[in-house]
Structures are given as C-alpha cells and as structure tokens.
C-alpha cells in the first residue's frame, strides 16, 4: 500500500479530457463528485455552462491525469458547452433510469457528440441512479441492445451508493489509454514521438487502477444489480 497515491512530484504521462453529457438534473456533477471527491451531495444545483474536475491516477505504470468537463445540460446552454467536445478523447452519455425521456434523448447527445468529438473517441453510456430499482423506466436490456447497436461501453451506476461510479471511470480512461499508448508507440517507432499528452504541471490525489474485469470493460455490458 506505500506506494499507493505515489509521488506527487512525478510528472504526468498523459492527459485526457473526458466530457459528461446528458439531460439536466440526470446526475452528471453527483458522478463527476463521486469520482473525484468521493462526495455526494443531496441539495446539488444544475450545472451553469461548464465546469471540471481533475484526477491523478497511474495506468500501466504510467502517470495519466484525467480532465473530466461536467456540460450543462439544459437546452440554452448547448450551444456554448458544443464548443467543450473539441480535444475529448472520452465521453460519458449519462442518463436517468427513472426518466425514459432522459434514456430517449441519448440519440440525439450521441448525434451531437459524434458530429463535434474526434471520430475515435471512447464512449460510455452511463444509466445513472440504479438505487431507484423500484422507479425503474428504463429496461437494462433496451440500453444494452443501444450500446451494442451504437459500439458503446454500457454500464449502471449510483452515485448516491458508489456504485459502478470508479469501475466506470477506470474502464473508460483504461481503454482510452489502451489506444493512445498504442499511437504514442507506433510513432515513436516511426521516429515522430508525441509529447503533447503529458504535461507535469498539475498534481492530484493517485490511485492505481486495477485491472478491469472482462464483464465490466466488454462493450455493451456491465450493469448495477439491485439487491
């Protein structure tokens, strides 16, 4: 456990810019606390424009500080936060389980993504307030048959109970680190090595991810099971 949170003097390896997008009120900031705090917080307010969060953590021996933008999602904001796409290797298309409407609109978020995101970024979609079993309006198996239809991650979470909240986190930056360490090494072997991923200059709390299990970083699986 002595090297855990590491040295906070190490440079970063990588940096990568991850954007929660979604309808309002479907508990983007709650996730985005969660991950990065570990808070929750009851009386949380809608989100005004654009904010983020960052997180230190070491994938693969290497230092990767993730850049998490936090998009509002009410309607008269889109067209400021559509700009915050551009430079996203990840994103995380959240919606309400208790809301069918919020599950609805991920089509056009997905739309909106795909036309202002790079063509190769990682996609998640997130149904998110999995304690509300009992409130259910979104059928696990109607998000799976989207994810798998759209060549999206899928799993279930609580940010009020924790739940699937860092194994979403960790298998979205994990596979996102997978395929730039691949470019990164098909350019060094070229003899054009990027340096732009990395930069030293901010600290944060490091974790070691652990290897994700084969149910939750297979696409179109991993979903919160109530009790």
């Avoid at 002595?2 to 040295?7: A, H, Q, R, V």
């Avoid at 997130?126 to 198996?141: F, H, M, Q, Y």
Wanted: net charge neutral; charged share 25%; proline share 1%.
């Amino acid at each position: 456990m002595s090297n855990l949170y590491g040295d906070y003097n190490q440079k970063i390896d990588y940096v990568f810019k991850v954007v929660l997008i979604g309808d309002s009120a479907v508990g983007k900031t709650q996730l985005l606390a969660r991950f990065t705090r570990n808070e929750f917080s009851i009386d949380s307010k809608a989100t005004i424009g654009v904010e983020f969060q960052t997180k230190t953590l070491v994938i693969d021996h290497k230092t990767v500080k993730a850049q998490i933008w936090d998009t509002a999602g009410q309607e008269r904001y889109r067209a400021v936060t559509s700009a915050y796409y551009r430079g996203a290797v990840g994103a995380m298309l959240v919606y309400d389980m208790t809301k069918r409407q919020s599950f609805d609109h991920m089509a056009r978020w997905l739309e909106e993504l795909r036309g202002h995101a790079d063509k190769n970024i990682v996609i998640m979609l997130i149904g998110n307030k999995c304690d509300l079993g009992s409130l259910r309006a979104v059928p696990t198996e109607d998000a799976q048959e989207f994810a798998q239809r759209e060549n999206l991650f899928f799993m279930e979470t609580s940010a009020l109970e924790s739940t699937n909240v860092e194994t979403a986190f960790f298998t979205i930056l994990t596979e996102i680190y997978r395929i730039i360490s691949k470019k990164t090494l098909a350019a060094a072997t070229d003899g054009h090595v990027d340096s732009s991923g990395g930069s030293g200059l901010l600290k944060g709390t490091k974790i070691i991810v652990p290897t994700p299990e084969v149910s939750a970083t297979r696409k179109g699986s991993g979903c919160c099971l109530s009790s």
